[in-house]
């Protein structure tokens, strides 16, 4: 443990705090807050709970193994002492779908701007030597932004940085939930935070609000219901009954965030890397995510979460929302993806998308539509595309070609 030269008392630690604080906010962490590096015991067995009733189902790395670890920070760093908890705020205002006559995805807020991960590694990476200036000698230490290997709400919960809402998500005053956080596991001796001692009282409005029920008890999501996981996690077809509830999401889902009483309060500005480059990395245009190539994709998301769903993921993404805000005039770019796109994944939730789409808004199909289904379901290569091409003609109430190709 490093001691802090010439602290008989808590005064120089506390002191030692504060300009820690003072240079974490210089360095662009809006937000900051201490706590031992001591294990989170009574939270491994609430994650093996989690897991046993198959809550983080689809995520193969979450593993009892994995839990009981990530409980333990010193598993991370042997010398921790202390946790300097950080956070960048990242709700921006905002600039609004346009109203230009194109069918607009949305993109989850965390994601319209730089790559979080980056940015705060950076940013704590230069806030790390500040703390070696201020003490005068090398500090051991461990960066860590949204890595499964340490319990990051827990620690941030624990420091009094924020407190958890029945979203699951933490609520930072005055910033609400719209704060991404990160963790530098130090081997300086600093003055602990208290845990806020706040709760959501007898709120429920995100549990009412959630469109697939994926918070099911207060404080706990059930991943595989939720959007944000089938939109980005997800690396094989989208449950069907949860593609109507899918909205207009193309990239997460930010509706039990934007709900809450607490993040609609924030007043202070986002951090400015957070503002989407263009209204593309905010509200896609759908036909475009449809027919996009590789290029085209790295020109508009390199950088930014986005890029973790890959162009397949989006595109499939794009396909289901066309089809549930879609009109009319939809039905010929959807044809398109069904005959053309290079991803089995996405033609086959083309397929679905007609069939959906036409159902909505109670249209005939088409003779062309009911022909390229028909074709798809006898002739696709995939056999995944065949299959939600047979299953469209169930959705659509369309005559024939029920059954298998
Ligand atoms: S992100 Fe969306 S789907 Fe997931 S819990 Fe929140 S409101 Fe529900
Ligand atoms: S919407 Fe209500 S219940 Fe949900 S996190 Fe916010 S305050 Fe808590």
Known sequence: MRAVAGSPAETPRAALT???KRLAAEHGLSVSAVTTAGAFPELAERLERHITAGHVAGLDWFTPERARFSTDPRNLHAGAVSILAVGVAYWSVDPAKPDDGVPRG????YAWGVDYHDLLKERMGRLHRAIEAEVGGPVEARLLVDTARIVDRAVAARAGLGWYGKHACLIVPGRGSGVLLGELLLDVELEPD???DKHCGRCTICLDRCPTGA?????TVSTPRCLSFQTIEQRGAIPPPLRPLLGDWVYGCDICQEVCPYTKATRLPPDPAFLPRTIDN??????FLLSMGDAEFRALYRGTPVTRTKRRGLARNAAVALANIGTEADVPTLL??????????VRGHAAWGIAHLCARLGLPVSRAAEAALDRSRMTDVDDSVRRE?????????????????
Do not use: C, Q, T
């Open 18 to 20: 504060a300009r820690v």
């Open 106 to 109: 949305r993109i989850s807020r």
């Open 194 to 196: 208290a845990p806020l």
């Open 215 to 219: 918070i099911v008890a207060p404080y």
């Open 282 to 287: 905010a509200y896609p245009a759908l036909p």
């Open 336 to 345: 398109i993806a069904l005959k053309d796109h290079d991803e089995p994944l």
């Open 389 to 405: 091409a047979a299953n469209a003609f169930d959705i659509g109430g369309l005559e024939g070609g029920v059954g298998n190709p």
